[in-house]
């Protein structure tokens, strides 16, 4: 078992803990890293299921459910938002089990594809059970977690917190028997099953947790902007939680998180193009894609990182 | 009668839990419909013969992608978006310019070609080359799906668009109304894919494309120009997409953003069908086509696309690999 790389996350938690003390006047900026941070978050769970050699484009269909926990539980059943919080990860990691069960089966570009179709159902869903979630007009005055003058703050320093833990969370799964067993899964399937293990109970173990990350990042969205509808969470979203993992590097537990920030903040960057930013944007992760093939973090230490290959 | 009775209650419950706020004017309506359905022959006529000609468009599209699937093993992301290319091209050309609209698919077909060529060429064979993971070809697939959306929405703005007539008028036939437009794209699509199959079949480039769609090495070593075919392989099934959104934008309209959910559609087609297989993106084209056509004149705005997805989810459950698709690991 590797030792908990502790210079690193005390640099990077310095770096998060001095970022918004210089920033927090600024309330588009708080947003901007708030969002990072949740964002980061989701991804952590997709780059759980990219470990078991599987490319989840379900993320915001979670994301939508733990969304939708939270708004209901709160706005409806005026349950206290920690319980919700809980609810939507609990709830959707369940839900991810028991559509995770049959969809898992598939392979390759046929689970990506479907579970991009899975996305689209969540929304359509949303959509149509107007009973449970009010339709296209969403749900409204969800109330918040933290009010006051240091709101802003008070959010980022909690939905810090969690990504710090996820991250830890994550790390230990990853360097512990569960990860060699998903990195099993990984490299072969059928191997792995004539070795004894039963693929079936941990490909939906990972994917579960992949989707309670997802619902809890959504259920904090959903808090944050005290509104949800059909449209929170659409395919486009999907796409970039993945696109989040593979930037940041699917070799390191740290990769989802910084692809997040650094995908995150670029596109807000790029807001001066007006009509051209997502244009530049997709050009420059295409670029990145032919020049990074491995992510950012293998930036540093190139020739070690190309003989060991990604996870 | 009885049937009718027990349809009527299932619908009446499903109707109360989803249309809660607007239960009248939509459950009437559909009461309506699913008597005409029962006791008449006269909209089940229509509702086919939509389904029809909907899914001989749609079946372009089913073996462009996996034309591509076959011969690259990518699946094109991008599929939905060369799709609104095609379909803007021709708006542009027929719509705008007013010349013919043989010129106009014709030059749907070229633009997209030579888009579908470059991506080839400059993306896709690049990183395959680096890295044989199917997760890098994928991502990158992702990626230019993200790069034409973005392209579309800037060079054609955020409007739906469509072109007048081709040809003005109705054919009426067996209770059916079929205007002669949707006619004249039926009529084409299944020439086109005829024209495909044919070429395929019988052609020297058509049996070096088969080689290597069944085994890429051992086609290279009989000779086979892989890096040139590759290519070539790529830029026909994008041909195909930009036919059927040229085609598509006569009898519907096309937007910037349409592109995402027509690729879905193109997935749900070939993953009923199976993948890499002619004769599963035909049937997967047509069965999706008539679902959407039924779907769509028996329940109200997106609820189609849910229980169609929902049962796409249920099927691949029982038959992972689709209906001819053949079973792997």
Request: charged share 10%.
């Amino acid at each position: 078992m590797k030792t908990f790389p502790w210079l690193l996350i005390l640099a990077l938690v310095l770096v998060f803990l001095l970022v918004p003390l210089v920033f927090a006047s600024s309330s588009y900026a708080m947003t901007v890293l708030i969002n990072a941070a949740i964002l980061g978050l989701m991804s952590l769970g997709v780059w759980l299921t990219f470990s078991i050699g599987r490319i989840n484009i379900s993320q915001g269909a979670f994301g939508l459910i733990g969304g939708y926990i939270t708004a209901i539980l709160a706005t409806r059943f005026g349950l206290p938002l920690w319980i919700c919080l809980l609810a939507s990860a609990v709830g959707s990691a369940l839900i991810g089990a028991v559509v995770g069960l049959p969809i898992l089966r598939l392979r390759g570009v046929y689970f990506s594809m479907l579970t991009l179709s899975l996305t689209e159902a969540a929304r359509l869903v949303a959509l149509n059970a107007t009973a449970i979630t009010g339709g296209a007009s969403g749900i409204l005055n969800i109330p918040t977690l933290f009010t006051g003058d240091n709101a802003y703050l008070e959010l980022y320093f909690f939905v810090l917190l969690l990504l710090v833990l996820g991250i830890a969370a994550v790390w230990r799964i990853n360097n512990t028997r569960l990860g060699k067993i998903f990195r099993a899964l990984q490299q072969d399937e059928n191997l792995a099953s004539s070795f004894g293990v039963d693929i079936a109970a941990y490909r939906v173990l990972a994917f579960s947790l992949c989707c309670g990350f997802g619902g809890l990042g959504g259920a904090l969205l959903t808090i944050f902007v005290q509104s949800i509808y059909p449209t929170s969470f659409t395919v486009s979203d999907s796409t970039n939680f993945m696109l989040n993992c593979f930037l940041g590097g699917l070799g390191s537990v740290f990769g989802p998180a910084l692809g997040a920030l650094v995908l995150f903040l670029g596109f807000q960057l790029l807001s001066p193009f007006g009509a051209y930013q997502s244009l530049i944007y997709a050009s420059l992760m295409i670029l990145a894609m032919l020049i990074l093939p491995n992510g950012l973090l293998s930036l540093r230490l190139p020739k070690r990182r190309a003989s060991q290959g990604v996870p | 009668v009885g049937k009718a009775i027990v349809l009527r209650f299932f619908i009446f419950i499903t109707a109360d839990f989803f249309w809660f706020s607007q239960k009248t004017t939509e459950l009437l309506v559909l009461e309506l419909r699913l008597i005409n359905l029962v006791f008449s022959r006269f909209y089940m006529t229509q509702v086919l013969v939509n389904g029809l000609m909907l899914g001989s468009t749609y079946m372009l599209m089913a073996l462009g992608i996996t034309l591509i699937f076959a011969i690259m093993n990518v699946m094109n992301f991008a599929h939905g978006q060369m799709y609104v290319f095609g379909g803007f091209v021709t708006y542009y050309v027929f719509g705008q310019w007013h010349l013919p609209f043989v010129v106009a698919l014709l030059a749907s077909a070229l633009v997209v070609a030579v888009i579908g060529f470059l991506f080839e060429r400059f993306l896709f064979r690049p990183v395959m080359r680096r890295s044989n993971r199917e997760e890098t070809t994928m991502l990158l697939a992702v990626g230019t799906a993200l790069l034409l959306d973005s392209v579309a929405l800037v060079l054609f703005g955020e409007k739906q668009r469509g072109v007048p007539d081709v040809i003005a008028g109705v054919w009426q036939v067996a209770g059916a109304f079929i205007p002669y437009r949707r006619l004249l794209v039926f009529g084409v699509s299944i020439a086109l894919a005829v024209g495909f199959l044919a070429f395929v079949q019988f052609t020297r480039p058509g049996r070096a494309l088969r080689a290597i769609a069944q085994d890429r090495e051992t086609a290279a070593a009989h000779g086979v120009d892989v890096a040139l075919y590759s290519a070539f392989g790529f830029a026909l099934g994008a041909m195909l997409a930009g036919l059927a959104g040229g085609l598509l934008v006569s009898t519907e309209a096309v937007n910037a953003g349409a592109g995402g959910f027509t690729s879905i559609k193109a997935f749900t087609m070939i993953m009923i069908g199976g993948a890499g297989v002619v004769s599963g993106a035909i049937a997967g084209a047509f069965m999706l086509a008539f679902a959407e056509a039924i779907g769509y004149y028996f329940l109200p705005g997106s609820m189609p696309y849910l229980i169609i997805l929902v049962g796409l989810i249920v099927f691949l459950v029982f038959r992972p690999q689709g209906i001819m698709g053949k079973r792997w690991g």
